[in-house]
T-cell receptor
Framework: GQQLNQSPQSMFIQEGEDVSMNCTSS?????WLWYKQDPGEGPVLLIA???AGELTSNGRLTAQFGITRKDSFLNISASIPSDVGIYFC????????????WGLGTSLAVNP | KAGVTQTPRYLIKTRGQQVTLSCSPI?????VSWYQQTPGQGLQFLFE???????NKGNFPGRFSGRQFSNSRSEMNVSTLELGDSALYLC??????????????FGQGTRLTVV
């Protein structure tokens, strides 16, 4: 099925560093969602974006809905050990009956 | 407000058996989606139900089926289990069609192991 191109696939950083990851699509989306998943748990919604160009923050996390409506990025500032996990992007196209399309995830490891 | 509840959390089944997993969505949510997740893989979409009707279906064999009840609770069933069905099965609920809100909220998942 259709998937989003999410990059990077994995990251290993030092505590305190900033992190950036992004998702791109060949088609236009009306909604972008960013999730974080801890091992053995379900993904937790971090940020939802509904408008092209929208920039939204949630604590140290900032996400943007690309102007072209075909991409989105997530930044994490001043990373801490509990930021470890897998981050997923998801997009929803036009129409109420379309399902969410998912990226394959970015695995983040933080070295204390 | 209670979150999405999935039962059971863990399950061990033998190849060839069948299994039923349950999902209770957030109160007021009418859409329930199911996903399969295996190590190193993303979320593989199984199906979505809205108001007791299957609205979308992923590329899984007919051994995977689901249903939704009038109270929005959902079950998924896997018959004739295979070793490759071992995975974390996730349920997500959302408000659903017509609301313009597509945020999905996940349960903790059911870890199925087929031996």
């Amino acid at each position: 099925g259709q998937q989003l191109n999410q990059s990077p696939q994995s990251m290993f950083i030092q505590e305190g560093e900033d992190v950036s990851m992004n998702c791109t699509s060949s088609s236009i989306f009306n909604t972008w969602l960013w999730y974080k998943q801890d091992p053995g748990e379900g993904p937790v919604l971090l940020i939802a974006l509904y408008k092209a160009g929208e920039l939204t923050s949630n604590g140290r996390l900032t996400a943007q809905f690309g102007i072209t409506r075909k991409d989105s990025f997530l930044n994490i500032s001043a990373s801490i050990p509990s930021d470890v996990g897998i981050y997923f992007c998801a997009g929803h196209g036009a129409g109420n009956n379309r399902k969410l399309i998912w990226g394959l995830g970015t695995s983040l490891a933080v070295n204390p | 407000k209670a979150g999405v509840t999935q039962t059971p959390r863990y399950l061990i089944k033998t190849r060839g058996q069948q299994v039923t997993l349950s999902c209770s969505p957030i109160s007021g949510h009418r859409s329930v989606s199911w996903y399969q997740q295996t190590p190193g893989q993303g979320l593989q979409f199984l199906f979505e139900y809205f108001s007791e009707t299957q609205r979308n279906k992923g590329n899984f064999p007919g051994r995977f089926s689901g249903r939704q009840f009038s109270n929005s609770r959902s079950e998924m069933n896997v018959s004739t289990l295979e070793l490759g069905d071992s995975a974390l099965y996730l349920c997500a609920s959302s408000l659903g069609s017509g609301t313009g809100v597509f945020e999905a909220f996940f349960g903790q998942g059911t870890r199925l192991t087929v031996v």
